[in-house]
């Protein structure tokens, strides 16, 4: 398994090795020794979610509060671009932002740290996206950045206007957003 530093501290892009012949494939989608290297401590996943969207849906960007989340997420079907957005007010690269392609194809996994906000657009017809969590989810504690914040500046691949819930159209601009010390 390939790691690769996203340039935001503790983001990283999973690469796995695919073993594949015309029967089909086979990879490591999960393997604590390496992952817990890889990530330089232990994590203990405590929830598994799997969601499916349609063409430009934009979920996100999504944290919890006080029962902040640690994400593994994949995508088993289809194609997204997943962001990620540091929250940690002490970081050098807090309201930083990272985007890269995830997809069924590619099989790249994205370890999403405590102190992120996360989102995702669907670039292809549909998308299902699979991930681990280290913490359950809390909704009195989840909050919204705004998608499209301009302190933020995320160049989203938009080709049509994003379909979003009422949540994360009524997400905070960075400025005003609870943040992580």
Not at 54 to 78: C, E, F, I, T
């Amino acid at each position: 398994m390939r790691v690769i530093e996203s340039g935001l501290g503790g983001v990283l892009v999973f690469e796995p090795a695919v073993h594949g012949d015309q029967r089909g494939f086979f990879f490591e989608s999960y393997r604590e020794d390496k992952f817990r290297q890889a990530v330089g401590s232990d994590r203990r996943f405590v929830q598994d979610n799997h969601s499916r969207s349609s063409r430009h849906v934009l979920r996100g960007l999504h944290y919890q509060v006080r029962r902040p989340q640690g994400k593994l997420l994949r995508v088993v079907a289809g194609e997204v671009f997943d962001v990620v957005v540091d929250l940690r007010r002490a970081s050098l690269t807090f309201g930083k932002w990272m985007g890269t392609t995830l997809s069924a194809e590619n099989r790249r996994m994205l370890w999403i740290p405590e102190g992120f906000a996360h989102g995702f657009l669907v670039t292809s017809d549909a998308a299902e996206t699979v991930y681990k969590a280290t913490d359950y989810y809390a909704p009195e504690h989840e909050r919204s950045l705004l998608w499209n914040d301009p302190a933020v500046g995320i160049a989203w691949p938009l080709t049509a206007p994003p379909a979003l819930s009422a949540k994360d159209t009524a997400g905070k601009r960075l400025a005003d957003c609870d943040v992580f010390d």
